[in-house]
C-alpha cells in the first residue's frame, strides 16, 4: 500500500521567513496530493492541494510542488505570519487499492514574531 | 453547503467501560465516510472507511468497530475501552476517492483512565 513520509516533524522560522516541508510517496500510482492545516484541538484542513497532471500549483502565500519521477511534493510558505503556526500533514491518494488519504506524519510549524 | 457534525468534543471514559462515538454529514448524498485516529503528536491512521450504508472497511485490526446505519452517519464504538485507546478520533467525509478533498470533523478528545 502507500506510504508517505514527511519532513521535518518540527520547524521552527521567523516572521516573514519562508518554510518548506517535503514529503515522499512509495505509490506511483497516486494522482492527488492534499496538505492540510490542523489548529491545537481542531480538525484538519485543506490548504491547497495539486493533483499528478500539474506541477506546480500557487495560492497567494503558499504553494506546492510536484515532482512524479522522484515520488516527492513539498509545501512552501512565504512571508510566514504568527498565525501560520500549526501542524501541517501532507496526504496522497490513489484511484485503487486502499481508498482513503494517506498522511504523513506532520510537521510542527512555529512562526517565531 | 456541506457541514460535517462529530460529538462529543471530549469523552473520559474508564478502562473497560463502552464506547459510541457519533458522526453526521448534511449537504451531499452517499458521501464516503472515514473515521481516523491520532495519537499524541503523531499523524492520522485510518481506522475505518464506508462506501455506503452497511458497507464497512476495517484498515487495522483493533478494539473498535463502526456502522453506518444511515446514508449520512458513521458510528465508531467499542464494547470495552483499552487505555490504548485513548486520542484524538476524527470523522471525515468526500465525494470519491482518489481525486478528490476529504472534509474532517472537529474531533473529539477520548481520554481512558
Known amino acids: 500500500g502507500e506510504n508517505v513520509e514527511q519532513h521535518p516533524s518540527t520547524l521552527s522560522v521567523q516572521e516573514g521567513d519562508s518554510a518548506v516541508i517535503k514529503c515522499t510517496y512509495s505509490?506511483?500510482?497516486?494522482?492527488?496530493f492534499p496538505w492540510y492545516k490542523q489548529e491545537l484541538g481542531k480538525g484538519p484542513q485543506l490548504i491547497i492541494d495539486?493533483?499528478?497532471?500539474?506541477g506546480e500549483k500557487k495560492d497567494q502565500r503558499i504553494a506546492v510542488t510536484l515532482n512524479k519521477t522522484a515520488k516527492h511534493f513539498s509545501l512552501h510558505i512565504t512571508e510566514t505570519q504568527p498565525e501560520d503556526s500549526a501542524v501541517y500533514f501532507c496526504?496522497?491518494?490513489?484511484?485503487?487499492?486502499?481508498?482513503?488519504?494517506?498522511f504523513g506524519s506532520g510537521t510542527r510549524l512555529q512562526v517565531q514574531p | 453547503s456541506q457541514t460535517i457534525h462529530q460529538w462529543p468534543a471530549t469523552l473520559v471514559q474508564p478502562v473497560g467501560s463502552p464506547l459510541s462515538l457519533e458522526c453526521t454529514v448534511e449537504?451531499?448524498?452517499?458521501?464516503?465516510l472515514y473515521w481516523y485516529r491520532q495519537a499524541a503528536g503523531r499523524g492520522l491512521q485510518l481506522l475505518f472507511y464506508?462506501?455506503?450504508?452497511?458497507?464497512i472497511s476495517s484498515e487495522v485490526p483493533q478494539n473498535l468497530s463502526a456502522s453506518r446505519p444511515q446514508d449520512r452517519q458513521f458510528i465508531l464504538s467499542s464494547k470495552k475501552l483499552l487505555l490504548s485507546d485513548s486520542g484524538f478520533y476524527l470523522c471525515?467525509?468526500?465525494?470519491?476517492?482518489?481525486?478528490?478533498?476529504?472534509?474532517f470533523g472537529q474531533g473529539t478528545r477520548l481520554t481512558v483512565v
Open positions: 471525515a467525509w468526500s465525494v470519491g476517492f482518489g481525486y478528490t478533498e476529504a472534509f
Open positions: 495539486i493533483r499528478s497532471n500539474v
Open positions: 464506508s462506501v455506503g450504508i452497511g458497507q
Open positions: 496526504a496522497a491518494s490513489t484511484p485503487a487499492g486502499r481508498r482513503a488519504l494517506t
Open positions: 449537504g451531499t448524498s452517499n458521501p464516503n
Open positions: 505509490d506511483s500510482a497516486s494522482n492527488y
